[in-house]
């Protein structure tokens, strides 16, 4: 048996007393949480900082993990999205060294589990050898009605081989503004009758909402300078989300990523809508392309259900959990940096259904230990880092 006592202990839902000690089996498996007096053992761990389970990562798009550094920061969404499309290709052994390498870079930041967005099989392979868990969010996109049935036969043929390697996987829609409402029914029946969990990018940027309510601005000129065919896409006067939230099912599970220019309508409709819906925000990336943040508060205030995501690499300078907690803790200060760990930890493990084995630390729990370093007076310092303990 292990026993840790750190400054601080938190079991993924909040701060234990001070002096908690966590007693661990050798294979990482969580025995119990202890008080001082109860352990006997002279073999106590004291460590400064934080101690907490393992990190979840529920955004991350692991198969641009080549693209690093190779798109400018601070362009917006759509310059931004253009420059995926012009960079992505790349010969598949570059491609496979930079998924391990990214893949080995968040076991080193302590991140154990991973929401992965996939448009390929690129990362199968990897997903298949890594001890971290992966579900993979098989991400499929058409704007013309026409299309909903073959674009569906694409997202179930990779879907039919993340089974055939024994992956997690279910099917997501990339954004509303790329989703026929065909399209998005479509992925919802599918889902309903396999795994109900999925996720999709939202309100992003403020064109989103433009494009939904007058079918005008930056994304009509980019589809039209890409000669994509929005001839079928009818304007809603609404923003993006309740422009197509009744196409998506109500059941399980949903993620709703980025939500930059989500404001409280947008959050209550969500959850009078969905059964169980989650808000993943990725701020390191959020800066990176539009240098935005959300209003988080908004989200405190109306008790939305907060992940953390990074992004893949091509929009961040690095995968780490512990730096996205970082940014919010700096910029919004007054959010309890108990209330941030619980986001990084306890509610991404909610969201992919593997709270069973991550997120807290419970007796029979191998979620990871993760000891956070360089913590002083109740507040992460830009010294501050992840160690992987178990």
Same mark, same amino acid.
């Given at each position: 048996?292990?026993?840790?006592?750190?400054?601080?202990?938190?079991?993924?839902? &909040?701060?234990?007393?001070?002096?908690?000690?966590?007693?661990?089996?050798?294979?990482?498996?969580?025995?119990?949480?202890?008080?001082?007096?109860?352990?006997?053992?002279?073999?106590?761990?004291?460590?400064?900082?934080?101690?907490?389970?393992?990190?979840i990562n529920t955004h991350c798009h692991l198969e641009?993990?080549?693209?690093? &550094?190779?798109?400018?920061?601070?362009? &917006?969404?759509?310059?931004?999205?253009?420059?995926?499309?012009?960079?992505?290709?790349?010969?598949?052994?570059?491609?496979?060294?930079?998924?391990?390498a990214c893949d080995r870079e968040m076991r080193e930041?302590?991140?154990?589990?991973?929401?992965?967005?996939?448009?390929?099989?690129?990362?199968?392979?990897?997903?298949?050898?890594?001890?971290?868990?992966?579900?993979?969010?098989?991400?499929?996109?058409?704007?013309?009605?026409?299309?909903?049935?073959?674009?569906?036969?694409?997202?179930?043929?990779?879907?039919?081989?993340?089974?055939?390697?024994?992956?997690?996987?279910?099917?997501?829609?990339?954004?509303?503004?790329?989703?026929?409402?065909?399209?998005?029914?479509?992925?919802?029946?599918?889902?309903?009758?396999?795994?109900?969990?999925?996720?999709?990018?939202?309100?992003?940027?403020?064109?989103?909402?433009?494009?939904?309510?007058?079918?005008?601005?930056?994304?009509?000129?980019?589809?039209? *300078?890409?000669?994509?065919?929005?001839?079928?896409? *009818?304007?809603?006067?609404?923003?993006?989300?309740?422009?197509?939230?009744?196409?998506m099912s109500p059941k399980g599970k949903t993620l709703?990523?980025?939500?930059?220019?989500?404001?409280?309508?947008?959050?209550?409709?969500?959850?009078?809508?969905?059964?169980?819906?989650?808000?993943?925000?990725?701020?390191?990336?959020?800066?990176?392309?539009?240098?935005?943040?959300?209003?988080?508060?908004?989200?405190?205030?109306?008790?939305?259900?907060?992940?953390?995501?990074?992004?893949?690499?091509?929009?961040?300078?690095?995968?780490?959990?512990?730096?996205?907690?970082?940014?919010?803790?700096?910029?919004?200060?007054?959010?309890?940096?108990?209330?941030?760990?619980?986001?990084?930890?306890?509610?991404?493990?909610?969201?992919?259904?593997?709270?069973?084995?991550?997120?807290?630390?419970?007796?029979?729990?191998?979620? &990871?230990?993760?000891?956070?370093?360089?913590?002083?007076?109740?507040?992460?310092?830009?010294?501050?880092?992840?160690?992987?303990?178990?």
């Open positions: 048996m292990h026993y840790y006592k750190p400054k601080q202990l938190h079991d993924g839902k &909040g701060y234990c007393p001070e002096g908690s000690i966590l007693s661990v089996e050798s294979d990482g498996t969580i025995h119990a949480i202890l008080r001082s007096d109860d352990v006997t053992s002279d073999d106590v761990q004291e460590l400064d900082g934080i101690l907490c389970p393992g990190f641009l993990s080549h693209m690093r &550094g190779m798109l400018d920061e601070h362009t &917006g969404l759509i310059p931004f999205i253009k420059g995926v499309l012009a960079k992505r290709a790349a010969p598949t052994e570059v491609i496979e060294e930079a998924i391990r930041n302590g991140i154990v589990a991973v929401g992965d967005i996939s448009n390929t099989s690129d990362t199968f392979n990897r997903k298949q050898e890594s001890d971290i868990y992966y579900h993979t969010f098989v991400e499929i996109f058409h704007l013309d009605p026409r299309e909903a049935e073959n674009t569906l036969k694409v997202g179930t043929d990779l879907m039919a081989e993340l089974g055939n390697r024994n992956l997690s996987g279910s099917l997501a829609p990339h954004a509303p503004y790329t989703v026929s409402p065909e399209l998005f029914r479509l992925i919802s029946t599918f889902n309903d009758g396999h795994n109900p969990i999925t996720s999709m990018h939202n309100q992003e940027t403020w064109a989103e909402n433009e494009f939904f309510m007058t079918k005008s601005g930056s994304f009509q000129l980019f589809f039209d *300078q890409w000669g994509i065919d929005t001839s079928a896409f *009818q304007s809603t006067g609404t923003k993006s989300l309740p422009g197509v939230i009744h196409n709703l990523v980025h939500n930059t220019f989500s404001e409280q309508d947008d959050i209550q409709l969500a959850k009078r809508w969905f059964e169980e819906v989650y808000w993943c925000s990725n701020p390191n990336a959020n800066l990176y392309i539009e240098n935005n943040l959300p209003n988080y508060d908004v989200f405190v205030e109306n008790n939305a259900v907060m992940t953390l995501g990074t992004d893949s690499i091509a929009s961040n300078w690095q995968l780490s959990i512990l730096e996205e907690v970082k940014t919010i803790h700096t910029r919004f200060s007054h959010i309890p940096l108990e209330r941030l760990l619980t986001w990084a930890t306890a509610h991404g493990a909610q969201m992919l259904n593997i709270d069973h084995q991550f997120g807290t630390f419970k007796p029979g729990k191998k979620p &990871g230990l993760v000891h956070i370093s360089n913590f002083e007076n109740g507040n992460l310092t830009n010294q501050s880092k992840p160690t992987r303990l178990r």
